[in-house]
Protein backbone atom coordinates (compact mmCIF):
# COMPACT_ATOMS: atom_id res chain seq x y z
CA UNK A 1 0.00 0.00 0.00
CA UNK A 2 2.06 3.40 -0.99
CA UNK A 3 2.13 6.36 1.67
CA UNK A 4 0.13 9.25 1.73
CA UNK A 5 2.17 12.24 1.00
CA UNK A 6 3.61 14.42 2.35
CA UNK A 7 4.52 12.83 5.44
CA UNK A 8 5.27 14.88 8.71
CA UNK A 9 8.12 13.97 10.80
CA UNK A 10 8.45 17.07 12.42
CA UNK A 11 6.55 16.80 15.51
CA UNK A 12 9.18 18.66 17.97
CA UNK A 13 8.37 21.58 16.29
CA UNK A 14 4.53 20.46 16.32
CA UNK A 15 1.90 17.85 16.18
CA UNK A 16 -1.57 16.78 15.09
CA UNK A 17 -3.74 17.61 17.02
CA UNK A 18 -5.42 13.80 18.36
CA UNK A 19 -9.02 13.44 17.45
CA UNK A 20 -9.77 12.52 20.86
CA UNK A 21 -8.58 15.59 22.02
CA UNK A 22 -10.20 17.94 19.46
CA UNK A 23 -13.68 15.69 20.41
CA UNK A 24 -13.25 16.57 23.78
CA UNK A 25 -12.48 20.19 23.21
CA UNK A 26 -15.51 20.71 20.67
CA UNK A 27 -18.33 21.40 23.43
CA UNK A 28 -16.45 24.24 24.72
CA UNK A 29 -16.30 26.20 21.77
CA UNK A 30 -20.01 26.16 21.62
CA UNK A 31 -22.41 24.54 23.97
CA UNK A 32 -20.43 25.14 26.58
CA UNK A 33 -18.83 28.48 26.16
CA UNK A 34 -18.70 30.44 29.43
CA UNK A 35 -16.08 31.68 31.30
CA UNK A 36 -14.30 29.63 34.20
CA UNK A 37 -14.84 33.10 36.22
CA UNK A 38 -18.35 34.00 36.22
CA UNK A 39 -19.42 31.96 39.31
CA UNK A 40 -22.96 33.29 39.45
CA UNK A 41 -24.40 31.27 37.05
CA UNK A 42 -24.31 27.30 35.52
CA UNK A 43 -22.43 28.36 31.89
CA UNK A 44 -18.65 29.74 34.04
CA UNK A 45 -19.90 26.22 36.96
CA UNK A 46 -19.29 24.18 33.82
CA UNK A 47 -16.34 25.96 32.14
CA UNK A 48 -14.75 25.91 35.89
CA UNK A 49 -15.58 22.43 36.47
CA UNK A 50 -13.19 21.59 33.25
CA UNK A 51 -10.88 24.28 33.71
CA UNK A 52 -10.06 22.27 37.01
CA UNK A 53 -10.88 18.32 35.63
CA UNK A 54 -7.76 19.54 33.22
CA UNK A 55 -5.46 20.85 36.48
CA UNK A 56 -6.01 17.18 37.68
CA UNK A 57 -5.08 15.34 34.56
CA UNK A 58 -1.78 17.90 33.84
CA UNK A 59 -0.41 17.09 37.61
CA UNK A 60 -1.42 13.53 37.65
CA UNK A 61 1.12 13.25 34.47
CA UNK A 62 3.91 14.63 36.02
CA UNK A 63 2.83 13.84 39.85
CA UNK A 64 1.90 17.14 41.31
CA UNK A 65 -1.33 18.41 43.08
CA UNK A 66 -3.69 20.22 41.01
CA UNK A 67 -3.28 23.17 42.77
CA UNK A 68 0.79 23.60 41.47
CA UNK A 69 -0.87 23.68 37.97
CA UNK A 70 -0.99 27.68 36.39
CA UNK A 71 -2.36 27.47 33.05
CA UNK A 72 -0.60 30.04 30.17
CA UNK A 73 -0.36 30.11 26.79
CA UNK A 74 2.30 28.09 26.06
CA UNK A 75 6.03 26.73 27.50
CA UNK A 76 7.10 30.16 26.18
CA UNK A 77 5.55 32.23 28.71
CA UNK A 78 5.41 29.63 31.45
CA UNK A 79 9.37 30.36 30.91
CA UNK A 80 9.00 33.76 30.96
CA UNK A 81 6.83 33.45 34.45
CA UNK A 82 9.33 31.17 35.96
CA UNK A 83 12.91 33.11 35.22
CA UNK A 84 11.38 36.77 35.65
CA UNK A 85 8.97 35.77 38.30
CA UNK A 86 11.94 34.30 40.71
CA UNK A 87 14.01 37.27 39.60
CA UNK A 88 12.05 39.68 40.72
CA UNK A 89 10.22 37.64 44.06
CA UNK A 90 13.90 36.81 45.30
CA UNK A 91 15.65 40.19 44.28
CA UNK A 92 16.59 40.55 48.05
CA UNK A 93 18.63 37.06 47.62
CA UNK A 94 20.70 37.28 44.73
CA UNK A 95 20.95 38.23 41.14
CA UNK A 96 22.48 34.94 39.87
CA UNK A 97 21.25 32.26 37.18
CA UNK A 98 22.58 29.19 36.03
CA UNK A 99 21.64 27.56 32.76
CA UNK A 100 23.08 25.95 29.60
CA UNK A 101 23.90 27.02 26.52
CA UNK A 102 22.30 24.53 24.20
CA UNK A 103 18.98 25.67 25.92
CA UNK A 104 15.52 26.76 24.10
CA UNK A 105 15.73 30.34 22.98
CA UNK A 106 12.81 30.82 25.08
CA UNK A 107 15.38 30.24 28.21
CA UNK A 108 18.27 31.85 26.69
CA UNK A 109 16.65 35.13 25.50
CA UNK A 110 14.62 35.60 28.44
CA UNK A 111 18.33 35.56 30.01
CA UNK A 112 20.11 37.69 28.09
CA UNK A 113 17.14 40.06 28.96
CA UNK A 114 17.91 39.90 32.40
CA UNK A 115 21.03 40.09 32.13
CA UNK A 116 19.99 43.60 30.86
CA UNK A 117 18.50 44.55 33.66
CA UNK A 118 21.07 43.43 36.36
CA UNK A 119 21.32 40.09 36.13
CA UNK A 120 24.04 37.76 36.17
CA UNK A 121 23.66 34.75 34.12
CA UNK A 122 26.07 31.33 33.89
CA UNK A 123 25.69 29.19 30.54
CA UNK A 124 27.15 26.09 31.03
CA UNK A 125 28.63 23.91 28.51
CA UNK A 126 27.99 21.02 27.11
CA UNK A 127 29.78 17.56 26.36
CA UNK A 128 30.41 16.51 22.87
CA UNK A 129 26.83 13.84 23.51
CA UNK A 130 25.13 17.44 24.52
CA UNK A 131 25.03 16.59 28.87
CA UNK A 132 25.78 18.96 31.12
CA UNK A 133 28.09 17.53 33.85
CA UNK A 134 26.38 18.01 37.14
CA UNK A 135 29.50 18.88 38.76
CA UNK A 136 29.62 21.96 36.83
CA UNK A 137 26.28 23.14 37.86
CA UNK A 138 27.79 22.34 41.25
CA UNK A 139 30.69 24.86 40.71
CA UNK A 140 28.83 27.51 39.11
CA UNK A 141 26.73 28.21 41.89
CA UNK A 142 27.40 31.15 43.81
CA UNK A 143 26.08 32.75 47.17
CA UNK A 144 23.68 34.74 44.72
CA UNK A 145 22.32 31.93 43.07
CA UNK A 146 18.78 31.96 43.46
CA UNK A 147 17.96 29.69 40.54
CA UNK A 148 19.40 27.13 38.15
CA UNK A 149 17.48 26.20 34.84
CA UNK A 150 18.26 23.65 32.70
CA UNK A 151 15.98 21.58 30.08
CA UNK A 152 14.79 18.00 30.49
CA UNK A 153 15.10 17.04 26.54
CA UNK A 154 16.75 19.14 23.86
CA UNK A 155 14.53 20.38 21.15
CA UNK A 156 16.55 19.65 18.48
CA UNK A 157 18.80 16.65 19.53
CA UNK A 158 16.33 14.91 22.06
CA UNK A 159 19.38 14.49 24.79
CA UNK A 160 17.73 13.77 28.39
CA UNK A 161 19.65 15.81 31.02
CA UNK A 162 21.08 14.41 34.36
CA UNK A 163 17.57 16.53 35.87
CA UNK A 164 17.21 14.14 39.02
CA UNK A 165 21.29 14.73 39.68
CA UNK A 166 21.10 18.74 39.29
CA UNK A 167 17.56 18.41 41.62
CA UNK A 168 19.57 16.83 44.40
CA UNK A 169 22.67 19.61 44.00
CA UNK A 170 19.82 22.74 43.94
CA UNK A 171 18.02 21.04 46.56
CA UNK A 172 21.34 20.55 49.00
CA UNK A 173 21.85 24.04 48.41
CA UNK A 174 18.54 25.46 49.06
CA UNK A 175 18.23 26.93 45.13
CA UNK A 176 15.15 27.14 42.98
CA UNK A 177 15.27 24.72 39.71
CA UNK A 178 13.32 25.51 36.69
CA UNK A 179 13.22 22.72 34.27
CA UNK A 180 11.81 23.32 30.30
CA UNK A 181 9.51 19.73 29.84
CA UNK A 182 8.37 21.65 26.89
CA UNK A 183 9.73 18.49 24.68
CA UNK A 184 9.65 15.52 27.79
CA UNK A 185 6.40 15.97 29.29
CA UNK A 186 4.39 13.40 27.99
CA UNK A 187 6.97 11.50 26.02
CA UNK A 188 9.10 10.22 28.69
CA UNK A 189 8.43 9.92 32.79
CA UNK A 190 8.27 13.18 34.43
CA UNK A 191 7.73 13.52 38.33
CA UNK A 192 8.48 16.55 39.78
CA UNK A 193 9.13 14.76 43.53
CA UNK A 194 11.62 12.30 42.48
CA UNK A 195 13.32 14.81 39.80
CA UNK A 196 13.60 17.49 42.63
CA UNK A 197 11.90 20.09 40.26
CA UNK A 198 10.33 23.32 41.82
CA UNK A 199 8.98 24.67 38.36
CA UNK A 200 8.19 22.92 35.19
CA UNK A 201 7.36 24.87 31.57
CA UNK A 202 4.46 22.85 29.85
CA UNK A 203 3.02 23.16 26.13
CA UNK A 204 0.27 21.48 24.61
CA UNK A 205 0.99 21.46 21.02
CA UNK A 206 3.86 19.41 21.90
CA UNK A 207 1.87 16.10 22.94
CA UNK A 208 -0.72 16.43 20.66
CA UNK A 209 -3.06 19.03 22.07
CA UNK A 210 -3.97 22.53 20.20
CA UNK A 211 -1.49 25.61 20.23
CA UNK A 212 -1.97 28.58 22.21
CA UNK A 213 -2.06 27.28 25.62
CA UNK A 214 0.54 25.42 28.01
CA UNK A 215 1.47 25.15 32.34
CA UNK A 216 3.48 25.94 34.89
CA UNK A 217 3.88 23.50 37.63
CA UNK A 218 4.71 25.81 40.67
CA UNK A 219 5.92 23.80 43.78
CA UNK A 220 4.04 24.53 47.23
CA UNK A 221 5.52 22.85 49.70
CA UNK A 222 9.29 22.09 50.56
CA UNK A 223 9.84 24.84 49.36
CA UNK A 224 7.15 26.74 49.00
CA UNK A 225 7.64 28.58 45.79
CA UNK A 226 7.10 32.37 45.28
CA UNK A 227 6.73 34.24 41.96
CA UNK A 228 5.81 37.66 41.09
CA UNK A 229 3.24 37.89 38.07
CA UNK A 230 4.32 39.18 34.65
CA UNK A 231 0.70 39.54 33.85
CA UNK A 232 -1.99 41.62 35.94
CA UNK A 233 -5.56 42.18 35.79
CA UNK A 234 -8.01 40.49 37.26
CA UNK A 235 -5.93 37.74 39.60
CA UNK A 236 -6.50 34.71 37.60
CA UNK A 237 -4.54 31.44 38.49
CA UNK A 238 -4.02 32.35 41.84
CA UNK A 239 -3.05 35.75 40.77
CA UNK A 240 0.07 34.42 38.94
CA UNK A 241 -1.41 34.58 35.89
CA UNK A 242 -4.63 37.24 35.08
CA UNK A 243 -6.57 37.08 32.11
CA UNK A 244 -10.26 34.95 30.72
CA UNK A 245 -8.82 31.43 30.71
CA UNK A 246 -8.72 29.55 27.29
CA UNK A 247 -10.91 26.89 28.24
CA UNK A 248 -11.05 25.03 25.14
CA UNK A 249 -7.97 24.63 25.04
CA UNK A 250 -7.38 23.97 28.54
CA UNK A 251 -9.70 20.92 28.16
CA UNK A 252 -7.72 20.08 25.25
CA UNK A 253 -4.43 20.15 27.39
CA UNK A 254 -5.67 18.18 30.07
CA UNK A 255 -7.37 15.43 27.41
CA UNK A 256 -3.81 15.34 25.77
CA UNK A 257 -2.00 14.54 29.43
CA UNK A 258 -4.31 12.03 30.06
CA UNK A 259 -4.30 10.07 26.63
CA UNK A 260 -0.03 10.39 27.05
CA UNK A 261 0.00 8.95 30.68
CA UNK A 262 -1.84 6.19 29.59
CA UNK A 263 -0.05 5.31 26.48
CA UNK A 264 3.25 7.22 27.14
CA UNK A 265 4.89 3.53 27.40
CA UNK A 266 3.69 1.16 24.54
CA UNK A 267 4.10 5.12 22.61
CA UNK A 268 7.21 5.50 23.34
CA UNK A 269 8.61 2.09 22.88
CA UNK A 270 7.11 1.83 19.42
CA UNK A 271 8.80 5.14 18.49
CA UNK A 272 12.33 3.89 19.32
CA UNK A 273 12.07 1.18 17.12
CA UNK A 274 10.92 3.64 13.78
CA UNK A 275 13.58 5.79 14.95
CA UNK A 276 16.14 3.21 15.16
CA UNK A 277 15.14 1.86 11.75
CA UNK A 278 15.31 5.21 10.39
CA UNK A 279 18.71 5.99 11.68
CA UNK A 280 19.50 1.91 10.90
CA UNK A 281 18.23 2.07 7.34
CA UNK A 282 19.89 5.37 6.66
CA UNK A 283 23.71 5.45 8.34
CA UNK A 284 24.06 1.34 6.56
CA UNK A 285 23.35 2.83 3.26
CA UNK A 286 25.31 6.76 3.61
CA UNK A 287 28.76 7.29 4.96
CA UNK A 288 30.39 10.06 6.34
CA UNK A 289 26.87 10.36 8.12
CA UNK A 290 26.72 11.19 11.99
CA UNK A 291 24.51 11.08 14.66
CA UNK A 292 24.23 14.63 16.86
CA UNK A 293 23.90 13.77 20.48
CA UNK A 294 23.81 10.92 23.00
CA UNK A 295 21.92 7.66 21.68
CA UNK A 296 21.31 6.06 25.44
CA UNK A 297 20.35 9.63 26.74
CA UNK A 298 17.59 10.61 24.28
CA UNK A 299 13.94 10.88 23.91
CA UNK A 300 12.88 7.75 22.07
CA UNK A 301 11.28 9.81 18.89
CA UNK A 302 14.36 12.03 17.90
CA UNK A 303 16.51 11.34 15.18
CA UNK A 304 19.60 14.54 14.59
CA UNK A 305 21.50 13.61 11.79
CA UNK A 306 24.82 15.60 10.01
CA UNK A 307 25.32 14.18 6.09
CA UNK A 308 28.63 15.31 5.13
CA UNK A 309 29.53 17.25 1.75
CA UNK A 310 25.68 18.34 1.96
CA UNK A 311 23.62 21.49 2.94
CA UNK A 312 20.80 21.21 5.02
CA UNK A 313 18.77 23.72 3.00
CA UNK A 314 19.85 21.46 -0.35
CA UNK A 315 18.27 18.43 1.69
CA UNK A 316 15.48 19.49 2.56
CA UNK A 317 14.41 21.09 -1.02
CA UNK A 318 15.03 17.54 -2.18
CA UNK A 319 12.90 15.62 0.15
CA UNK A 320 10.40 17.97 -0.42
CA UNK A 321 7.32 15.25 -0.03
CA UNK A 322 9.13 15.13 3.72
CA UNK A 323 8.00 17.63 6.38
CA UNK A 324 11.29 17.34 8.95
CA UNK A 325 13.45 20.54 10.10
CA UNK A 326 17.26 21.60 9.59
CA UNK A 327 17.24 23.35 13.00
CA UNK A 328 14.27 24.47 15.69
CA UNK A 329 11.60 25.90 14.02
CA UNK A 330 11.23 28.88 16.41
CA UNK A 331 14.86 29.89 14.65
CA UNK A 332 15.05 28.48 11.21
CA UNK A 333 14.78 31.84 9.53
CA UNK A 334 18.69 32.38 10.85
CA UNK A 335 21.18 31.15 8.47
CA UNK A 336 23.43 30.66 11.65
CA UNK A 337 24.37 26.99 12.22
CA UNK A 338 22.70 25.72 15.42
CA UNK A 339 23.72 26.59 18.48
CA UNK A 340 23.27 23.43 20.11
CA UNK A 341 25.17 22.13 17.37
CA UNK A 342 27.89 24.16 17.69
CA UNK A 343 28.47 23.82 21.57
CA UNK A 344 28.03 20.12 21.37
CA UNK A 345 31.34 21.29 18.83
CA UNK A 346 30.18 20.28 15.74
CA UNK A 347 31.99 22.00 12.84
CA UNK A 348 30.05 24.54 11.33
CA UNK A 349 29.74 22.37 7.94
CA UNK A 350 28.61 19.43 9.24
CA UNK A 351 26.06 22.16 11.65
CA UNK A 352 24.27 23.17 8.05
CA UNK A 353 24.25 19.68 7.37
CA UNK A 354 21.98 18.30 10.20
CA UNK A 355 18.52 17.74 9.16
CA UNK A 356 16.07 16.66 12.33
CA UNK A 357 13.47 14.39 12.42
CA UNK A 358 10.74 14.24 14.94
CA UNK A 359 8.84 10.89 15.01
CA UNK A 360 5.37 11.42 16.20
CA UNK A 361 2.01 9.08 17.22
CA UNK A 362 0.66 8.72 13.69
CA UNK A 363 3.49 7.73 11.99
CA UNK A 364 3.95 4.60 10.40
CA UNK A 365 6.97 1.69 9.70
CA UNK A 366 5.91 2.22 5.71
CA UNK A 367 6.69 5.75 6.31
CA UNK A 368 9.89 5.62 7.58
CA UNK A 369 11.43 3.26 5.05
CA UNK A 370 9.83 5.61 2.31
CA UNK A 371 11.48 8.84 4.51
CA UNK A 372 14.93 6.82 4.57
CA UNK A 373 14.69 5.56 0.91
CA UNK A 374 14.08 9.49 0.28
CA UNK A 375 16.69 10.45 1.99
CA UNK A 376 19.80 8.50 1.01
CA UNK A 377 18.55 9.09 -2.65
CA UNK A 378 18.82 12.87 -1.99
CA UNK A 379 21.85 13.12 -0.32
CA UNK A 380 23.99 10.56 -3.19
CA UNK A 381 22.52 13.17 -5.17
CA UNK A 382 23.76 15.79 -3.86
CA UNK A 383 27.06 14.57 -3.31
CA UNK A 384 27.38 13.56 -6.53
CA UNK A 385 26.88 17.25 -7.93
CA UNK A 386 29.34 18.91 -4.90
CA UNK A 387 33.02 18.96 -5.51
CA UNK A 388 33.42 19.45 -2.20
CA UNK A 389 32.75 16.31 -1.00
CA UNK A 390 35.81 14.54 -1.64
CA UNK A 391 37.33 17.05 -0.04
CA UNK A 392 34.86 16.61 3.21
CA UNK A 393 36.10 12.84 2.97
CA UNK A 394 39.29 14.12 3.41
CA UNK A 395 39.41 15.16 6.69
CA UNK A 396 37.79 15.08 9.65
CA UNK A 397 35.21 17.51 9.52
CA UNK A 398 34.17 17.04 13.44
Sequence with gaps: MPVKLPIYMDNHATTQVDPRVLEAMLPFFTEKFGNAASRNHEFGWKAEEAVEMARGQVARLIHASPREIIFTSGATES?????KGVVEAHRSAGNHIVTQATEHKAVLDVSKRLEKFGCEVTYLPVDRDGLVDPETVRRAITPKTILVSIMHANN???????????????????????????????KIPVDVERLGIDLLSISAHKIYGPKGVGALYVRRKAPRVEL????????????????????????????????????????????????DTLKDLITERLDDTFVNGSMTCRLPNNLNLSFAGVEGDALLMGINDVAVSSGSACTSATLEPSHVLRALGVSEDLAHSSIRFGLGRFNTEEEVRYVADRVTETVKRLRDLSPLFETAKRRDAR
Design 228 to 275: APIIDGGGHERGLRSGTLNVPGIVGLGKACDICQKEMAEEGERLRRLR
Design 79 to 83: VNLAL
Design 156 to 186: EIGVIEPIEQIGRIAKNKKILFHVDGAQSVG
